[in-house]
């Protein structure tokens, strides 16, 4: 008997041990899975969709087969290898099905081993997986999820596979050679996209999984992979509005009192935010009465003011809240392999001060329905639907996720995946509830989570230069790994100071890329109003211990708590914002019917220009504005390189470019340099009619 055989619709290979099966997974894509012995074993979590077409050629010779779906075509080739530890083993490699040009192959790092797709067996009957791919000259990478970075093109990266709080983790990368790859293994690991050698690692897994997908356009493989594991639904209306936002406000009469004062002052308002610590304790998942007596009454006043109310929910737990016996006797936490269940330190509002904390085990359908089931009676019950699903990684500290158990198993097979389930759960309980237009505003996400309708935020950024040119490049990827609801903290969230000149021009800049991204929100931990601003070349100070700040209320956060030159910048800003919504609303529709990103790079615009390849400096936003975010202190211009084939008019003046050229553009503030596609400027011109201010 050979080695090949074909198998529901798929090719299979038994050789040397292991057992191979690539089969057809979508049009002009292939889902490749491997474990050593006899049998393949479902992983714990799959971010891929079922597929109803499973038809492919395939042809099956003595050392050679091939399985053929659409564009891709990929072949096994029982291999010789000469020096080698094991000489002999089954080796892939993909190419266009249309033209035999080879798109990714498998290879090794050393002729004598490790093999391509090695399996280190350890103790808990898993495997420590390396996936090795040839590199290849010339080529970039995008995708990934939300990195910080601050790379565009990914060549040269080595990157974990571990959610942690600005890193979010979607294994799929778009490749310029024509081909996308998903990762689709929740396990931790690292990506290493180097010059020599592409290679995969899981820490513990059960098997080798993974989709691969050929297109000839960046744009024709995200939509590929958004059709594989899930497109986004329709955005509500007001999610396209300002979001006001801080850390924190501390009561209902506070939060009420700054949402009058939007409405007093004429100024848009779509959503209010309230940040942690408004429950009782960790765990607990409902208002403290003390601070929040009415929460009825409030959702009524606000919606009656045209403003919708997020709140936040950590699905943290602690050893103080009146559920935690309860979760702990029926196994709905995460506990260590040791069985503490305690894997952050973080504070409390009852204790006040530090403590220990574990997390709902999301892997455990029962435990999200007990989760949900206390969130449906204290959040939804009010009126309350939507949600900021914060610390969603899970935050550990320290990260040892194989000292995790979860119900699926060790943490280190499937922490990745925990975000997905999470949200999940909350889509799913609001569509059951008749709520399903609710918002989930998430710091983490995974391969798939965009069917759940999640806006990725890029977590707790530095309000610093150098992070905010970073979230150009972090909402880039995160388009290209399928979130196309994304946003960031505007100004930074840690070490902003409010009555700082320095904070005050970089708050500018980024309220600028804010009002030109997907989703415009503000949000920070500023210095308290009270504390003088740093010396220049001086570290901030926030003038006690963070913890007390942290805990109860950091400095004002509002579009006129920077003196009256940035508040007459900003409200010129939040105008030109509600100008912006039809627009908006468009590109977002466009987004759920196929894939294509609102904020994207240059190239998927543009897909033939190779030096478009490595831009983080600008980007489009929707499929007719280039936006080029000033991103140097001082500087009040810059120079934008436009792309070629199209002539283009910048958004202020009305002044015609020709694609390919490099005009420097003045941009005092409140005038972000804007460029329109030439043939609908004449559409999108009355959008930047209002002079800046």
């Known amino acids: 008997m050979g080695a090949f055989s074909q198998t529901d ?17 979508g049009d002009d894509a292939l889902r490749v899975r491997a474990r050593p012995g006899t049998a393949l074993v479902p992983g714990p979590v799959d971010a891929l969709l079922p597929v109803q077409d499973q038809t492919a050629r395939i042809e099956i010779g003595e050392d050679r087969a091939s399985i053929t779906r659409g564009r891709l075509r990929a072949e096994i080739t029982l291999t010789t290898r000469y020096g ?52 290849y000259e010339g080529e970039s990478l995008w995708g990934m999820g939300q990195p910080q ?28 050679r024509g081909y996308g790859l998903l990762w689709n293994n929740p396990a931790v690991g690292r990506a290493e996209f180097a010059r020599n050698v592409t290679r995969w690692t ?47 406000y501390r009561t209902q009469d506070e939060l009420l009192g700054i949402a009058r004062d939007y409405k007093r002052r004429g100024l848009p308002l779509s959503c209010i935010v309230i940040d942690f610590f408004a429950w009782t304790r960790q765990g607990e998942w409902k208002f403290d009465p003390a601070d929040w007596p009415d929460p009825k009454a409030m959702v009524q006043e606000l919606r009656d003011m045209g403003v919708e109310l997020m709140v936040s929910i950590w699905p943290t737990v602690s050893a103080s809240s009146e559920h935690y016996k309860t979760m702990t006797e029926r196994g709905l936490l995460l506990t260590t392999e040791r069985g503490i269940p305690a894997v952050i330190p973080f504070p409390d509002k009852d204790p006040f001060g530090p403590g220990f904390f574990t997390y709902y085990d999301a892997f455990n359908p029962e435990a999200r329905a007990f989760h949900w089931d206390i969130v449906k009676r204290n959040y939804l019950g009010h009126g309350i639907r939507h ?43 609001l569509a059951q509830a008749g709520a399903g237009d609710g918002v989930l505003l998430c710091r983490s996400a995974w391969a798939g989570s965009q069917r759940h309708g999640v806006i990725l935020w890029s977590g707790d950024v530095w309000s610093d230069w150098d992070w905010f040119r970073a979230q150009i490049p972090a909402g880039l ?92 910048v900003l409200v010129h800003l939040l105008a030109l914002r509600e100008r912006l919504r039809p627009y908006l609303e468009a590109a977002f529709r466009h987004y759920a019917q196929t ?36 991103l140097q202190p001082g500087a009040t211009g810059r120079h934008v390189a436009l792309p070629e084939g199209e002539d283009w008019v910048h958004a202020w003046t009305g002044t015609a470019h ?29 959008l930047f009619e209002t002079a800046a201010t």
């Not at 897994?205 to 899930?230: C, E, F, H, K, N």
């Open 658 to 686: 020709t694609g390919g050229t490099s005009p420097e553009i003045d941009a005092p503030w409140g005038q972000i340099p804007v460029f329109l596609r030439a043939a609908r400027a004449k559409a999108l011109a009355p």
């Open 149 to 176: 970075h601050g790379c565009m093109d990914l060549k040269g990266v080595s990157t974990t596979l571990l959610q942690q709080n600005a890193h979010a983790v979607v294994p799929f990368v778009i490749s310029s």
């Open 202 to 248: 899981a820490e513990a897994t059960g098997g080798l999984d993974y989709w691969v997908t050929a297109g000839d356009t960046p744009a024709q493989i995200v939509r590929a992979y958004v059709g594989a594991t899930g497109r986004s639904p329709d955005v509500p209306d007001w999610v396209l509005g300002f979001w006001q936002c801080k850390l924190r």
């Open 477 to 568: 990827h995160a388009g290209m790994a399928g979130l196309g609801w994304w946003t960031t903290d505007i100004g930074g969230f840690y070490d902003g100071h409010g009555g700082s000149d320095a904070f005050r021009e970089l708050l500018v800049r980024w309220f600028e890329f804010g009002v030109f991204s997907p989703i415009c929100r503000l949000h920070g931990f500023r210095v308290p109003d009270d504390v003088p601003p740093p010396a220049p070349g001086q570290p901030v100070s926030y003038g006690q211990d963070t913890f007390n700040i942290f805990t109860n209320s950091g400095g004002s956060n509002e579009v006129w708590s920077f003196g009256k030159t940035v508040e007459d």
């Open 387 to 429: 949600f900021w699903l914060d610390a969603c990684e899970p935050e550990m500290r320290p990260a040892h996720p194989e000292n995790v158990r979860t119900a699926l198993g060790n943490g280190a097979e499937m922490l990745c995946a925990y975000p997905l389930l999470h949200e999940g759960a909350y889509r799913e309980g």
């Open 595 to 630: 894939g294509d990103p609102v904020m994207a790079p240059l190239f998927y615009h543009f897909p033939d220009q190779p030096a478009l390849h490595d831009r983080a400096d600008a980007y489009m936003l929707g499929p007719d504005l280039l936006v080029a975010p000033v």
């Open 9 to 25: 619709g798929g090719l299979e290979c038994r050789f040397m041990g292991e057992v191979l099966r690539i089969a057809p997974w």
């Open 84 to 135: 080698a530890d094991i000489k002999r083993e089954a080796v892939i490699r993909f190419l266009r099905a249309d033209t035999g040009a080879e798109l990714l192959a498998e290879t090794r790092s050393h002729f004598a081993g490790p093999r391509t797709r090695n399996f280190k067996a350890i103790a808990s009957g898993s495997w420590r997986l390396e996936q090795q791919f040839a590199a």
